[in-house]
């Protein structure tokens, strides 16, 4: 696959997170693209891939879920978003991260 860069990556399979589980939309690829797209519907368990390497496309609560979980399995995930984005864990030292009291007092950042 070469990206909008013009870097070359190779990859096993692609997933795909738009977060519309009701209703996938699969984005059409330039180019040629042989191995499984997956939508996250449709997603399973790692079962459901081919290879060890994963590129998730989206960084949605659902994208970003699957990228934890491709990579807890020892895959390699890749993860392709529009723009930055700050990513955080869900907990902090076993507790949830809304319920960190001192957590309150970060907000995130203004984009410039």
Known sequence: MTT???DDEIYDGVLVANGHLWDPKIPDIPGEFTGRTIHSGSYRNVSDLEGD???VVGAGNSGCDLAV?????RLD???VIRHG???QPKTYFGVPR????FLAD?????RT
């Open 85 to 87: 984005s700050w990513f």
């Open 4 to 6: 909008s860069a013009g």
């Open 69 to 73: 979980d491709v990579a807890q399995h």
């Open 77 to 79: 995930a890749d993860i």
């Open 98 to 101: 809304q319920q960190v009291p």
């Open 53 to 55: 390497r994963i590129l």
């Open 106 to 110: 970060f907000s995130r950042p203004s």
